[in-house]
C-alpha cells in the first residue's frame, strides 16, 4: 500500500507542478511518479494531477525516522484549478465516464474541459504579464521620455517606475500601491510621465521634508517607495493633498511649507 499518507499540495499555475516536482525529488527518494494531466486517462474525471511515491532518503536517519523511512507514501500536485474539480466531481461520485448519466454527459464534459481550458489560460496569462513587466522595466531603465508619457498608470506600470526611480527604498506591497493608484487617478494623474515630472520637480523639497518628518517606523529614516510617491504628491499638488480622507486639514501645511523648494512653482 503506497497511499497510507498522503499529501497534497496545491499551486497556482500549470508552471509551478514541475518545479514542485524538482523539490520533491530533491527532498525525498522518488519511487514512482505519474502524470495524470497530460498523460492520464481522459475519463478519469477529478483525478487530474502529478503522483509522487516516495520515502524518506538514506540521509534521514534517528530515532524518530528509523521506524517510518521505508515507507512509502503519495505526494500529489496539482492547480488550484484542479482541486476544485477534483472536489465537485468528487461530491458528485462521478469515478468514470460510464458512471454518469446519458443525458448529462455533453455538460459534464463540457464543464470538465472549462477547467482545463481555465488552467491554460492563467497560465498564458501569467506568462504574459510577466513579458509585460519586463517589457516595461526596459522602457523605464532605457527608454525615452515621451516612451513613458505614454504608459497609463496601473499596477504593473507604477511598480517598474518606482522600482526604477527609486532602487534603494523598500518594495512596497500590491495592496498597497493599489490604494496609491487610485489616489493619483483621483488627483488627475493618468500617466507614468506625469508621475516623473512630479518626482522631478520636488524631489528637493521632498528630501528636506523627509529629513524633518522621517517615518515612524524606528527600522528606517526613509519612506518605502509609495512613501515617496504619497509625499511628493501632497507637495507638489493640491489635487493630490485636497483629495477626500487623504490627511487632516491640520496637517496640509507641514507639506505646503516645502513648496517653496519645488523647481517650478506655481
Request: with cysteine; aromatic share 10%; hydrophobic share 35%.
Amino acid at each position: 500500500m503506497q497511499d497510507f499518507v498522503g499529501l497534497r499540495i496545491i499551486c497556482l499555475f500549470l508552471s509551478d507542478i514541475p518545479k514542485i516536482g524538482g523539490i520533491v525529488r530533491e527532498s525525498f527518494e522518488v519511487i514512482e511518479s505519474e502524470d495524470k494531466i497530460d498523460g492520464g486517462d481522459t475519463s478519469s474525471f477529478g483525478y487530474m494531477s502529478v503522483h509522487h511515491i516516495v520515502k524518506f532518503g538514506d540521509g534521514v536517519k534517528g530515532d524518530r525516522y528509523d521506524d517510518i523511512k521505508n515507507i512509502p507514501f503519495e505526494i500529489q500536485v496539482r492547480t488550484i484549478a484542479m482541486d476544485s474539480w477534483a472536489n465537485v466531481s468528487h461530491y458528485l461520485e462521478y469515478k468514470t465516464e460510464q458512471d454518469i448519466p446519458d443525458e448529462l454527459k455533453r455538460d459534464f464534459n463540457a464543464l470538465s474541459g472549462m477547467f482545463y481550458v481555465a488552467d491554460k489560460h492563467f497560465q498564458l496569462f501569467f506568462e504574459q504579464r510577466r513579458e509585460k513587466q519586463e517589457e516595461i522595466a526596459e522602457t523605464f531603465e532605457k527608454g525615452s521620455e515621451k516612451d513613458k508619457d505614454k504608459q497609463p498608470i496601473n499596477l504593473d506600470t507604477l511598480t517598474a517606475f518606482m522600482r526604477d526611480k527609486f532602487p534603494d527604498r523598500e518594495v512596497s506591497d500590491s495592496t498597497s500601491v493599489s490604494l496609491l493608484i487610485k489616489e493619483l487617478l483621483n488627483a488627475g494623474y493618468e500617466t507614468i510621465g506625469e508621475i516623473e515630472e512630479l518626482v522631478n520637480n520636488s524631489w528637493d523639497a521632498f528630501l528636506a521634508y523627509e529629513k524633518d518628518h522621517p517615518p515612524l517606523a524606528e527600522s528606517s529614516k526613509k519612506f518605502a517607495q509609495i512613501g515617496v510617491i504619497r509625499s511628493i504628491g501632497r507637495i507638489g499638488s493640491d489635487n493630490f493633498l485636497d483629495l477626500p480622507k487623504a490627511i487632516p486639514s491640520s496637517n496640509k501645511e507641514q507639506y505646503k511649507k516645502y513648496r517653496y523648494l519645488l523647481k517650478n512653482q506655481k
